[in-house]
């Protein structure tokens, strides 16, 4: 990574709960491993007001409790907490926009970082105002945490007035799922192993199961999720992005933009699920109670609600790699375990001239575990040492090393922030797409008047999500 140039970084909602768990936690790691410039200064915006030292005693105190005890060292937090200034002002008025100049007037010829955790509604105007007293230029940098739009129009209408403020290359727009070591490993595995690109295709790969499961249910997020369910909430960006990096064509440089080139191509070629085709196609849950739990509605507080908190869908690539084969994606609360799996499903070797004992023969398979733990399987047929005659069993290769403390997701991407590279955050065309994608699958939905079906709290989710399947397998049992 090249050695930043960034001499500012401010925190639009560094009072909020994410700057606490999340970014304070992530510029120290960024700042011990010398990739914040050390005379860096961090700004700290929200309509609070702070008294500096107390300030920086509370972000020691975040610090202590959410960095890893191998990364945390008194000395250096209390170092990192002294770069930290606190500005009160409110976004909403006129008069901020100089308070904000007359901090940092000193640090307008270099590059500055504008990170807004802040709510979406904010968004356009913190861009103008920054813009207002010319903040927005020599290599300023956005960055944007999603929701990013809530439909094709709402996001194509935020593109286009942040870019009256900031030029495309400025804006980096969160997924934190590409910052994950997982994810980043598919390029790795996908585009320097021969063995896997040269079968990376519908020739030798049966289906794909993509699954963000979560035991969690809405908790105090109901206000929210209500609005937007599990298809605006994960599919829409979370999964498209996982997806568009596991089958997207190889880029012709390893270069930000030739990598999400290839990003939306794919998911231009994603075949949009029309109301004809949604039945087959897509399967919409809402839990109930389970193990005395609350049921969604309970948790909620209606009697009645159309939001879905479970979706899975078949989708199909329209392209010459991927033609006839599923791409089976599902994401939901409440279900029977917490995790992050890609599973990459092998056709069967042809024709099939030795069996495991029990007359079946497994495909091979590549699981790809994005959380809670970031592994890597290939699961592969050998001979069976304890069997009299020749057949054959299932070993499973562990394809991670883990060695040290991982990266967590946003220290990478606000490492990549501060040395201005975009790999890893979401282009503009690359959001639409996926909303428009997503649009008409909701109104594929609308149209059928479908409701979703119930599931109870803890389990695999609705049953009328295994009708998706065209192969035998079904889907991966969540655990
Ligand atoms: P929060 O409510 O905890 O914090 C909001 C911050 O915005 C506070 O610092 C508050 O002072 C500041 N703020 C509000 N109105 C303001 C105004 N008029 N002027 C100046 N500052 C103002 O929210 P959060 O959970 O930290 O989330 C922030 C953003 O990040 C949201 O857009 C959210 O959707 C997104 N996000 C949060 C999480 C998370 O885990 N918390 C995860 C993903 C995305």
């Known amino acids: 990574m090249t050695n930043s140039d960034v001499v500012a970084f401010v925190l639009f909602g560094g009072s909020g709960d994410l700057a606490k ?38 972000i020691f105190l975040q610090l202590e409790r959410y960095v890893s005890p191998s990364q945390f060292s008194d000395e250096k937090a209390k170092a990192f907490v002294k770069c930290i200034r606190h500005i009160q002002l409110d976004v909403t008025r006129d008069d901020a926009w100089e308070t904000l100049e007359t901090h940092l007037e000193r640090f307008r010829h270099a590059p500055i970082v504008y990170y807004l955790s802040v709510a979406p509604r904010f968004f356009g105007d913190i861009a103008k105002g920054i813009a207002s007293v010319s903040l927005n230029q020599n290599g300023a940098r956005l960055v944007v945490e999603k929701p990013f739009g809530h439909d094709f129009e709402s996001a194509r209408a935020l593109n286009k007035e942040l870019r009256l403020f900031f030029d495309e290359h400025q804006i980096f727009r969160i997924d934190h799922y590409l910052g994950k070591e997982s994810i980043q490993n598919i390029l790795a595995l996908r585009f320097s192993n021969n063995i896997f690109e040269s079968q990376w295709h519908a020739g030798a790969i049966e289906s794909v199961q993509i699954t963000v499961a979560e035991k969690l249910g809405v908790g105090d997020r109901g206000d929210y ?12 960006n979370h999964m498209m992005q996982l997806l568009s990096i ?21 998911l231009r070629s994603l075949r949009p699920i029309d109301a004809d085709s949604y039945s087959d196609s897509c399967v919409r849950g809402q839990y109930v109670s389970g193990q005395g739990e609350a049921s969604y509605l309970e948790d909620v507080d209606k009697e009645s609600s159309d939001c879905e908190t479970y979706i899975a869908i078949k989708g199909y690539i329209d392209n010459r790699r991927w033609a006839g084969t599923p791409f089976y994606l599902r994401t939901g609360k409440r279900l029977a375990g917490g995790v992050g799996e890609i599973v990459i499903n092998f056709k069967p070797s042809n024709p099939e001239l030795i069996k495991s004992k029990d007359g079946l023969c497994s495909n091979n398979k ?38 040290g403390d991982l990266k967590q997701p946003y220290e ?14 979401v282009r ?15 109104a594929s939905w609308e149209q059928g008047g479908s409701s979703p079906y119930p599931y109870k709290g803890f389990s695999q989710g609705p049953i009328e999500a295994d009708k998706l399947f065209v192969e035998s397998n079904g889907w991966e049992p969540i655990k």
């Open 21 to 58: 768990r999340k970014l304070y936690p992530s510029l120290y790691l960024n700042f011990i491993k010398g990739l914040l410039p050390g005379d860096c200064k961090i700004f700290s915006v929200s309509r609070l007001s702070e008294e500096v030292q107390a300030f920086q005693a509370e």
């Open 225 to 236: 999720y209500d609005n937007n369910g599990a298809s605006k909430d994960m599919l829409q």
């Open 246 to 266: 596991v089958a997207m064509e190889p880029p012709f440089a390893f270069s930000p933009d030739a990598i999400r080139d290839e990003k939306v191509k794919l």
């Open 366 to 403: 590549l699981v790809i575990n994005f959380q809670p733990d970031q592994d890597i399987f290939l699961f592969i047929n050998k001979k069976d040492n304890q069997s009299e005659s020749f057949s054959v069993d299932t070993a499973r290769l562990q394809l991670s090393t883990k060695s």
């Open 412 to 425: 990478r991407l606000l490492g990549h922030v501060l040395a201005g590279d975009q790999t890893l955050f």
């Open 428 to 442: 503009d065309d690359e959001i639409e797409v996926a909303w428009k994608w997503l649009d008409q699958l909701a």
